[in-house]
């Protein structure tokens, strides 16, 4: 599971904290995980932006 926040436009962002772009976040499903369910939210007291995704480890149907 993953919690950060997130922004939307790909230019490199001041931090920390740093949030993720949906470009750096689909890096996770280039590296084998498959996303299981996508949660946005706003963090209470700042108004900031952030996800929390689920992944599971894709996994081949055919066996050796």
Known sequence: ML???VRDTEAE???P???LSDSELAQFESLGLQQVEKLEFL???LDVKQVRI???R???L???
């Open 58 to 60: 894709h996994t081949s």
């Open 3 to 5: 919690i950060t926040r």
């Open 62 to 64: 055919t066996g050796s």
């Open 17 to 19: 904290p740093w949030p």
């Open 13 to 15: 962002p001041d931090g």
């Open 54 to 56: 689920e992944y599971q």
């Open 43 to 45: 963090e209470s007291e």
